[in-house]
């Protein structure tokens, strides 16, 4: 079974019109709320306190909430875009970059649209930013959590861009980018398990005579 053409999914039929209001307001504001909060606490997070872990797990939720949250709902409902991916029954990874189609394409409020593009492009544009400071600050502990949040918040942007530009599938480009996505994944398990386990020094053991 073609998984474009079962869309269990009804992508395109949601309640939205042309109007100078919002008329997902909620939407709207969790689609600001976690990324601008990661930036706030990644500014502002070491006048509070001094653990980098408190901050680093705190951001790395905050991202990651981020990501699934502008992936999965915002992007959908606000903009009328998706990007998604299936495996095949050859085991190959696809990747899928949709907008609204028909009657409904053009059903997309123009402010909610400027809100989600600033939204993407601004805050994107401030981890580059950070980047750069903590590169030249030859800071590596702070260079690491950037780069986690630059691989969320490109992966993010380059999907909706791919699915507004009318791009279907993509087996290159898009294949790396999800492998790097999981190996920076896996590099902050591998990091969070060296902060939270600090190697500990072997037990002294006693010798014992032989009876």
């Known amino acids: 079974m073609d998984p474009l053409s079962d869309d269990t999914i009804p992508f395109g039929e949601e309640n939205t019109a042309n109007s100078t209001q919002l008329p997902h307001p909620y939407v709207t504001f969790f689609h600001l709320f976690f990324r601008v909060t990661a930036v706030v606490i990644y500014f502002f997070g070491r006048l509070f306190t001094e653990s980098f872990i408190t901050l680093f797990v705190l951001i790395i939720l905050l991202l990651s909430m981020d990501f699934w949250i502008v992936k999965n709902i915002t992007g959908r409902i606000m903009v009328g875009l998706r990007w998604w991916n299936y495996v ?29 593009w600033a939204g993407l492009w601004s805050v994107t544009g401030m981890w580059i930013l950070f980047f750069i400071t903590s590169f030249f600050s030859i800071n590596f502990k702070w260079m690491l959590l950037v780069c986690i949040a630059l691989t969320l918040n490109i992966a993010n942007l380059y999907g909706y861009i791919k699915c507004k530009g009318g791009n279907q599938e993509n087996l290159g480009i898009s294949s790396m980018a999800s492998s790097f996505i999981f190996q920076n994944i896996g590099k902050v398990r591998e990091t969070m398990s060296s902060l939270n386990n600090p190697p500990s020094s072997p037990p002294n053991i006693k010798p014992t005579g032989i009876v």
């Open 88 to 116: 095949d029954d050859d085991g190959v990874s696809h990747w899928v970059y949709e907008s609204r189609k028909g009657s409904v394409q053009h059903r997309v409020n123009s402010s909610e649209s400027r809100i989600f």
